[in-house]
């Protein structure tokens, strides 16, 4: 097997002139924390078990004590935890994670999902050694359910490592796991642990690929729909770490770092435990999916001595260029094979009232908005439960009993960002749409981000209604509106997009590997061919097509689509070619990236996230939930309650769109 890691044994590596160097470097006032870390991080795990061997023989001292008493903070958890070995590490993790109120789930999951049987079977030993106290015994005591039952298994660390695969036995587990979820009412839990639990690394990803000819859809998405709470985290985390022990850790490196503040802990444990194993690999992987180096990263958002040490376990910064290593090529083809096979069973968060009767909805909202003050709990009660169709007929049942317009009695009673999401939910689609595009076009400056989100994400058929409903309130056509405000390749896309004709149906194979290979002879080409062709073959041809052109993309060019747009294009276009690529790979993971966009930081942009929130409520927002929960590590639910707070003063806005998010994940 090829090595990967980034440290390495050292070289004519003398023992006991470490631990003197490391004493000197701890001797007297202060301590030399350049000359430790050096020292530390130049040498391999079983190397620093001599050293602290030495340090005790010549100074009759605890090395790692010493450590602890010299150093502080951040920069000591990381410089202690690389003197422990890994299954130490890995049983004090296990052991904190218990500690104090509540579990750390999280920390859990990553180390149960990731180890071998070797690695498990040696921490399980550590932890009795360390803590005198049986591993298995402290889970079952601070876990429950179906999540503590998966982490036993685990623990057994007797997952099957022959190499032998059996291809009716994939075949059969892929059925298995069918009819015990997706093909009928309820879960069966137990089969899922006992198939995911046991069966090798080689074995289970022939079951997932056959799997996906079975359900339409990835184990992932089944997963999603089937499974809920710290369970599904942990059996999302198996099947990542089976797919790709790298992809997963990339992923997990990724979200310790970003947004305000660090998961210390975490970044701390996986820069640790992967450094002298596949952290190449990882950093490869990271490139794939963040168009960033992991060096990079870890340099915006760690400082000091800790940033120092971190970076040497790193091991450099990668070149930018996009090309892959090999092992990053395959996973970038598999990732589009995996969106080219998946079935999306998009699930909404609003849905018809049952016993619904359009004339008590209009007569119960006259009455909230009679006399003095506005009954906003009422409104928000009837509008925000009833389905768009049934708040048509609502509309037309005011106006046919009280002879009132009931779109003019909201705005007059309501205000602000309450009487934006209301109105916006009881336009139909086609005029909530027109709407938007007309306020993403109108007055100082362009909000070519709403354009391009409306314009990628809606149907043929939603384009050619939103086209009608424009041209009867505002007396022009949507095109000549575009014209008027946009130019150059940017205008062309968006006129392109909004004649609503992209083509339908499935991808044509040979076509597919055509159009990729144009592509490819594109990306070398002069900035303005590049861009045409690109806007010929990403504006029109289906979405299934273009998941079969990007995943053959990558075949031919060696580079993944997302990172020759992000790097060979700019503005305005770039962004529109790059929501057409995220949309095609996932398009309620791109929509939950728009929402967490609109809510981070100062100040809500809450035209975008009334947008998404009125637009997706009744076609994918369940779909939107669950990849935000995964990609951001908090919920839609928990994430709106936290921002809108911010310059919302009565809580209904905040409450309305909490209705519409449907619940807590």
């Known amino acids: 097997m090829v090595f990967r890691g980034i440290i390495t044994d050292a070289p004519d590596f003398d023992p006991t002139a470490d631990a003197e160097a490391l004493y000197n470097a701890m001797k007297g006032i202060g301590s030399d924390k ?138 059969q587990d892929a059925q298995d796991l069918y009819a015990a979820g997706e093909e009928q009412w309820g879960t069966d839990e137990a089969k899922f642990i006992m198939i995911l639990g046991n069966r090798s690394v080689t074995h289970l990803c ?84 963040y168009e960033k180096s992991l060096y990079n990263m870890i340099q915006d958002d760690t400082s000091g001595d800790y940033k120092r040490t971190l970076l040497n376990l790193c091991g450099g910064d990668d070149d930018l260029a996009g090309e892959f290593f090999p092992e990053a090529a395959q996973i970038a083809y598999k990732m589009w094979e995996i969106s080219s096979m998946t079935k999306v069973q998009l699930r909404s968060t609003v849905r018809p009232a049952p016993s619904f009767d359009p004339a008590a909805d209009a007569q119960a909202l006259r009455k909230a908005m009679k006399g003095f003050g506005t009954d906003e709990d009422a409104i928000i009660d009837i509008v925000a439960q009833r389905s768009n169709a049934q708040r048509q007929e609502i509309r037309q049942a005011f106006k046919s009993q009280l002879g009132r317009d009931l779109l003019k009695d909201l705005k007059s009673e309501l205000s602000k960002n309450l009487e934006r999401l209301i109105i916006g939910l009881m336009l139909n689609p086609a005029e909530f749409d027109a709407k938007m595009m007309r306020k993403a076009i109108e007055g100082a400056g362009t909000d070519e981000h709403a354009l391009i989100e409306i314009l990628v994400t809606r149907s043929n058929e939603e384009i050619l209604a939103m086209n009608a409903a424009y041209q009867g309130a505002y007396k022009k056509s949507l095109e000549e509106s575009i014209h008027s405000d946009t130019s150059g390749h940017f205008c062309r896309i968006l006129v392109s997009l909004v004649q609503g004709a992209r083509e339908e149906g499935p991808a044509d194979e040979e076509r597919a590997i055509a159009d990729a290979q144009e592509l490819a002879h594109a990306s070398n080409a002069d900035s303005d061919d590049m861009e045409m062709k690109f806007m010929s073959i990403l504006c029109t041809r289906s979405f299934p097509h273009l998941r079969k052109v990007f995943q053959e993309f990558v075949r031919y060019s060696n580079k993944d689509i997302e990172q020759i747009i992000k790097k060979e294009m700019s503005g305005d276009v770039k962004n529109a070619f790059y929501a057409i690529v995220r949309s095609v790979k996932n398009q309620p993971s791109y929509l939950a990236d728009r929402l967490y966009k609109a809510m981070k930081g100062l100040g809500t942009d809450d035209r975008a996230l009334i947008r998404i929130m009125v637009s997706r409520s009744e076609v994918d927002l369940f779909n939107i939930r669950k990849e935000f929960k995964e990609t951001q590590d908090v919920s839609l639910h928990e994430f709106i309650q936290v921002e809108t707070m911010i310059g919302d003063t009565s809580g209904d806005y905040r409450k309305t769109l909490l209705v519409l998010c449907g619940g807590e994940d």
């Open 206 to 289: 022939m079951v997932f690929d056959a799997y996906e000819k079975i359900a339409e859809m990835s184990i992932e998405h089944s997963i999603k729909h089937e499974l809920s709470g710290d369970f599904e985290r942990l059996m999302l985390a198996v099947v990542q770490a089976i797919r790709s022990v790298p992809m997963f850790y990339a992923k997990r490196l990724y979200k310790s770092m970003k947004g305000l503040g660090t998961a210390d802990s975490t970044l701390i444990r996986i820069m640790i435990s992967r450094s002298e194993i596949d952290m190449l690999d990882i950093r490869e992987c990271f490139r794939l999916l």
């Open 34 to 171: 350049e000359a430790i870390l050096d020292l530390v991080t130049s040498k391999s795990n079983a190397q620093r078990q001599e050293v602290i061997a030495a340090y005790k023989c010549s100074f009759g001292k605890d090395l790692i004590e010493d450590l602890k008493y010299e150093l502080t903070g951040k920069f000591e958890r990381l410089i202690v935890s690389l003197m422990r070995t890994s299954a130490y590490h890995d049983a004090k993790e296990i052991h904190d994670a218990f500690k104090g109120v509540g579990t750390n789930e999280r920390c859990l999951i990553e180390i149960m999902a990731s180890r071998t049987n070797r690695q498990m079977n040696e921490m399980v030993a550590a932890y009795k050694d360390a803590y005198g106290r049986d591993i298995e015994e402290d889970i079952i005591a601070d876990t429950s359910g179906h999540f503590k039952k998966m982490l036993v298994v685990l623990l057994q660390g007797t997952r099957d490592e022959s190499g032998v695969v059996d291809a009716d036995l994939v075949q």
